[in-house]
Nanobody, 120 residues
Framework: QVQVVESGGGLVQPGGSLRLSCAAS????????IGWFRQAPGKERERVSC????????WYEDSVKGRFTLSRDIAKNTVYMQMNRLEAEDTAVYYC?????????????WGQGTQVTVSS
């Protein structure tokens, strides 16, 4: 069945970097859109970035543009989100999700999340 599993979170100082992974099973990562979301304590979940299936068009939320980069490795069936110049405001649980061909669709399969904490 369709599953996604996140990894790569951790504690990092402001200005540091992390790379999150979203490992897919039950489908190939170019067949479905894959989105990254985050939820900070006391805040609503927000979409951070998303990659369409097929041509791999990528969308980024304004606050992460120029700092976060999505890529996919079809051989490893994994989508990565490289996060640079991290800020305290990036602290959240990060989730990847899939289930639609396009990011505008309903991404109904979710991973368990990985914690990212940006703190000195």
């Amino acid at each position: 069945q369709v599953q996604v599993v996140e990894s790569g979170g951790g504690l990092v100082q402001p200005g540091g970097s992390l790379r999150l992974s979203c490992a897919a099973s039950g489908f190939t990562v170019d067949a479905y859109a894959i989105g990254w979301f985050r939820q900070a304590p006391g805040k609503e979940r927000e979409r951070v970035s998303c990659m369409n299936s097929g041509d791999g068009y990528i969308w980024y939320e304004d606050s992460v543009k120029g700092r976060f980069t999505l890529s996919r490795d079809i051989a490893k069936n994994t989508v990565y989100m490289q996060m640079n110049r991290l800020e305290a405001e990036d602290t959240a649980v990060y989730y990847c999700a899939t289930g639609s061909y396009y990011c505008s669709g309903s991404l109904r399969y979710w991973g368990q999340g990985t914690q990212v904490t940006v703190s000195s």
